[in-house]
């Protein structure tokens, strides 16, 4: 069973930076990967995704702002998240599936547990 283990989130104030990380439990590298996140009250939405192959998916609002990347010697994923909003505060979940078309919550099988980014004014 897979397994994702999600880092890095916290608090920041609007304008500042983090870097969420996310190790997979195996060597397999070719999986599609994507960071989703969750307001409260609302649901959970996509945000960045990278397919096995390396091609990359921004949601609009991340565009321009975050980057999505792989380390595949760490077996670990990155989300760096620059000029945070606001309304980029919520419950950031890494998410692998073997394939995936977009971001459509229900191909991914394999969750991390989330990890909280809070950005205050």
């Known amino acids: 069973q897979l397994q994702l283990t999600e880092s890095g989130g916290g608090s920041v104030q609007a304008g500042g930076s983090l870097r969420l990380s996310c190790t997979h439990s195996?060597?397999?590298?070719?999986?599609?990967m994507a960071w989703f996140r969750q307001a409260p009250g609302e649901e959970r939405e996509g945000v960045a995704l990278r397919h096995g192959n390396g091609r990359t998916e921004y949601a609009n609002s991340a565009k321009g702002r975050f980057t999505i990347s792989k380390d595949n010697g760490q077996n670990t994923l990155y989300l760096q998240m620059n000029s945070l909003q606001e309304e980029d505060t919520g419950l950031y979940y890494c998410?692998?599936?073997?394939?995936?078309?977009?971001?459509?919550?229900?191909?991914?099988?394999?969750w991390g547990q989330g990890i909280q980014v809070t950005v205050s004014s």
């Open positions: 195996d060597t397999y590298n070719d999986y599609c």
């Open positions: 998410a692998a599936e073997l394939h995936c078309y977009g971001f459509r919550r229900l191909d991914f099988g394999y």
